[in-house]
């Protein structure tokens, strides 16, 4: 089974870029969607999009198009998650996760990855 | 807001029954089936239920997913002070083309 685990936390000042990781072990990593979800303080999980590690294929939310951009390094099994000019509003946390095919199949979810944002 | 529509809360004293609902339309649950998560405070989300009714090993049977047209419910028996956690339900939306999920319940026991 596929395990996924995410760099730490970071704090960062408004207008400044970011990525952060998720990197999977195990041979299911590449023919698995790779899924990023965001939780802000106090709220719900929302889907930001996915990435097919095996051609980087992407499918973005449209709440998050422009937003943010996802990319993958199938070499060593690592999803990537960037921002160019963050946002105080970008504070959350954000955790990656298996997606199974076309459903809402969220299986196994990294640790999760805080971001903060404030000046 | 959330494309499917949960209670925010529920509640229940020990060995109760809960059930939390989760409502949607022909274009997610009406024609996909559901998933349920488990978080606690401070940790990631937890796969509880799938394809609707399926439970992954490891969760006990007291707890059980059903749907039924574009609604779908979340049934915990036997109530435990280790199941207060806060519950989503998600499904594939086909108009989004991806997945969704509900605003999320948060389960005390009393």
């Known amino acids: 089974e596929v395990q996924l685990v995410q760099s730490g936390a970071e704090v960062k000042k408004p207008g400044e870029s970011l990525t952060i990781s998720c990197q999977g072990s195990?041979?299911?990593?590449?023919?698995?969607?790779i899924a990023w979800v965001r939780q802000m303080p106090g709220k719900g999980l929302e889907w930001m999009g996915m990435?097919?590690?095996?051609?980087?294929?992407?499918r973005y939310s449209p709440s998050f198009q422009g937003q943010v951009s996802m990319s993958v390094d199938k070499a060593i099994s690592t999803a990537y998650l960037r921002w160019s000019s963050l946002k105080a509003s970008d504070t959350a946390m954000y955790y990656c996760a298996t997606l199974m095919g076309s459903s809402a199949w969220f299986d196994p979810w990294g640790q999760g990855t805080l971001v903060t944002v404030s000046s | 807001q959330s494309v499917l529509t949960q209670p925010p809360s529920a509640s229940g004293t020990p060995g109760q029954r809960v059930t939390i609902s989760c409502s949607g339309s022909?274009?997610?649950?009406?024609?996909?089936?559901v998933f349920w998560y488990q978080q606690f405070p401070g940790a990631a989300p937890k796969l509880l239920i799938y394809?609707?009714?399926q439970r992954p090993s490891g969760v006990p049977d007291r707890i059980s997913g059903s749907k039924s047209d574009t609604s779908a419910s979340l049934a915990i028996s036997g109530l435990r002070s280790e199941d207060e956690a806060d519950y989503y339900c998600?499904?594939?939306?086909?108009?989004?083309?991806?997945?969704?999920f509900g605003g999320g319940t948060k389960l005390t026991v009393l």
């Open positions: 394809r609707s009714n």
């Open positions: 195990g041979n299911r990593f590449i023919t698995n969607w």
């Open positions: 022909t274009s997610n649950i009406g024609k996909n089936p």
């Open positions: 998600a499904a594939r939306d086909d108009r989004l083309g991806g997945p969704v």
């Open positions: 990435i097919f590690p095996d051609d980087s294929d992407t």
